[in-house]
């Protein structure tokens, strides 16, 4: 994404398959780094599924406080469903963005929501999954700021190497 910088914070995730969904995520929309806190993922990361080793790639870092690893210069985006968010269609994605996300079974701790630039939900019937949710708020994010690749390259780079059907 043209020289912008993104974050993503997880809070206390659940499970050791939310994280590897957001990481292929992080890694399909070019996000920069990962952080979560808690200690569930530590005691699962070995069942990680991880399925395209973007962790390779993007820094998955574990830290006690995500407010202490907010990057320079990020605005802080909450994304989560509570009452007073912004929805995410009406939203405009700053350039640097650290996006916090909340684990499945609660939510955004006060504190870092109160440090929020912004705080934004996914208008949705019901709650999303972790990974789905960081898949849809980065699309968004790549949809409105613009994706610096396009077109049938893109394609055959990023496509699954069982896949060679083309549109006649």
Avoid: W
Wanted: proline share 5%; with cysteine.
């Amino acid at each position: 994404m043209n020289n912008r910088y993104v974050a993503i914070g997880l809070v206390n995730p659940k499970s050791p398959t939310n994280i590897g969904g957001v990481m292929r995520a992080a890694g399909c929309y070019k996000a920069d780094a990962v952080f979560y806190s808690g200690e569930r993922a530590n005691r699962a990361m070995r069942f990680q599924t991880d399925t395209k080793d973007v962790v390779q790639r993007i820094a998955l870092t574990a830290v006690d406080d995500l407010l202490e690893c907010i990057p320079t210069d990020a605005d802080v985006v909450c994304v989560e469903l509570v009452e007073g968010a912004i929805s995410l269609p009406q939203f405009n994605h700053p350039a640097n963005a650290f996006y916090v996300f909340g684990p499945e079974d609660g939510t955004i701790p006060q504190e870092i929501v109160d440090r929020a630039h912004s705080v934004v939900y996914v208008p949705t019937i019901g709650c999303m999954n972790l990974a789905a949710t960081v898949n849809v708020l980065l699309y968004d994010r790549c949809a409105k700021l613009g994706f610096s690749a396009d077109g049938d390259e893109l394609i055959r780079q990023s496509r699954d190497t069982n896949n060679r059907v083309k549109v006649r």
